[in-house]
């Protein structure tokens, strides 16, 4: 599966805006474990939910 983010990229789930940003801490198949600011490290599986890229975030992080 084709991913339009990495490891140490920010996202946010599409019906859940209430848990903040999260930033991608791995990516095991389709298997995506995500730290979210306001929910914490949840796991989440790619084939139910399509994460968005918080692109600002990740351009901002990807710079440093």
């Known amino acids: 599966m084709n991913f339009d983010f990495e490891v140490g990229d920010f996202v946010r789930h599409p019906t859940c805006p209430e848990w903040g940003?999260?930033?991608?801490?791995?990516?095991?198949?389709?298997?995506?474990?995500?730290?979210?600011?306001d929910f914490g490290k949840q796991v989440i599986h790619s084939e139910h939910v399509t994460l968005e890229l918080v692109a600002e975030k990740t351009d901002q992080a990807r710079n440093r």
């Open 21 to 37: 940003d999260g930033q991608v801490q791995s990516i095991i198949g389709q298997v995506v474990t995500v730290n979210f600011e």
